[in-house]
């Protein structure tokens, strides 16, 4: 039987790590054994915070597991995957057993879309989201057992479904807890004009010069409190999410069946493939997820802020039951490719070849 060559392991490595993460997170590590594959959770980049029980690590680990499947499928490899082969080790996420098959066919159109994807978070984006762009969509992430995607049919699903992202993205603004965790992953050290290879660069965040040394000052959690007095937290929330969703044409929810780590992981390849498609199909993508974590109720704030998260997921499950809505993606047709866009790690940096 033919085994992987280090070459190929590099390659299948790399289609992985081009995978989105939350904040660009990059929660991944690998080992190899022999022709084997584990993928974990690194433990020193999860777990924490809008990251309890995993579920933002789960997509990125889903999403890059799917990278690595579609790359492989593309070399002739077919993945036998083993989904979290020891319960009581919650960090294996996979074995992944990668099989040389003389049948496969190598035509994988996703695979030329790996290394192009990319979120963009400028607007207004142009239309229309055809017909046949939507069933394209919907087919990649139904390939995936128990994963669906919901459109807004009507303008008053649409409206809901903005107010439900906008509560859940000034939330990030208004608690404490949440607003630690968005600016700790944005890198302002970089300056606005270049990348980084971890975290988030100010330059992929698409905020407009002029407003540049405020949003940079609201990263102090007293500048923060001061401004939410006059009501920033609404403004932030608002500009972040509201308008740029409505000025694009189209948004959809990816809806799993359950919230089992298991669907949450296949959520995460649902996400990738449906996201690979958009970019064959030249959509932007910009993906919103604090409505939906935050909705399955896991993630723990201060009191004064329960209530309004708790009542995300039932304004989620008015929209989209039955299943859990977990990530809403913006689409539309930009003009241009973004000038920024997030770096990568280096690959050794992954445990990657041991
Ligand atoms: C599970 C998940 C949740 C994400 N949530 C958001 C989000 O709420 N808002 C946003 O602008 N980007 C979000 N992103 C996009 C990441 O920030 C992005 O993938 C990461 O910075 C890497 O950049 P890239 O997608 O251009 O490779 C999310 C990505 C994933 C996988």
């Known amino acids: 039987m033919r085994t992987v060559d280090r070459h190929t392991k590099e390659g299948i490595l790399c289609a992985g790590i081009a995978a989105p993460s939350a904040d660009n997170s990059q929660p991944w590590r690998f080992a190899w054994h022999g022709d084997d594959l584990d993928l974990r959770i690194d433990a020193s980049r999860s777990g924490y915070g809008s990251d309890t029980r995993f579920v933002l690590s789960d997509l990125a680990a889903g999403a890059c597991l799917e990278n690595m499947i579609i790359h492989a499928r593309s070399l002739g490899y077919v993945a ?12 294996w996420v996979a074995r992944i057993r990668w099989r040389h098959d003389p049948e496969q066919s190598p035509l994988e159109p996703l695979a030329g879309a790996i290394t192009q994807r990319h979120t963009d978070r400028r607007f207004p984006w142009s239309g229309p989201i055809t017909a046949d762009a939507q069933a394209h ?12 995607l919901w459109w807004p049919q009507t303008p008053r699903e649409r409206k809901a479904a903005l107010d439900v992202i906008r509560q859940a993205e000034t939330l990030r603004f208004r608690s404490p807890t949440l607003h630690a965790e968005l600016f700790s992953s944005i890198h302002f050290a970089v300056g606005w004009h270049s990348a980084c290879e971890e975290g988030l660069a100010p330059a992929t965040l698409a905020v407009e010069p002029p407003l540049r040394p405020v949003f940079q000052m609201l990263r102090r959690p007293a500048m923060m409190s001061m401004f939410n007095r006059l009501g920033a937290a609404s ?14 044409p189209g948004l959809c929810l990816l809806v799993m069946s359950s919230t089992t780590r298991s669907d949450v992981l296949a959520a995460g390849r649902a996400l990738q493939r449906v996201w690979l498609q958009a970019t064959l199909d030249g959509l932007s993508v910009q993906p919103y997820a604090a409505a939906g974590v935050l909705g399955l109720g896991f993630v ?23 299943g859990y809505g977990l990530v809403f993606l913006r689409l ?7 000038r920024g866009r997030s770096g990568r790690r280096a690959l050794e940096s992954f445990g990657a070849l041991q």
């Open 332 to 338: 539309g047709h930009a003009r241009s490719a973004p």
């Open 300 to 322: 723990a704030v201060e009191p004064a802020f329960q209530r309004p998260l708790s009542r995300l997921g039932p304004a989620l499950h008015d929209l989209c039951a039955p």
């Open 235 to 248: 403004v932030l929330g608002w500009r972040s999410a509201w308008l740029p969703i409505r000025l694009s």
């Open 80 to 91: 036998d995957l083993q989904p979290f082969p020891q319960p009581d080790d919650e960090l």
């Open 137 to 148: 969509l919907n087919a990649q992430a139904q390939l995936i057992p128990g994963q669906r």
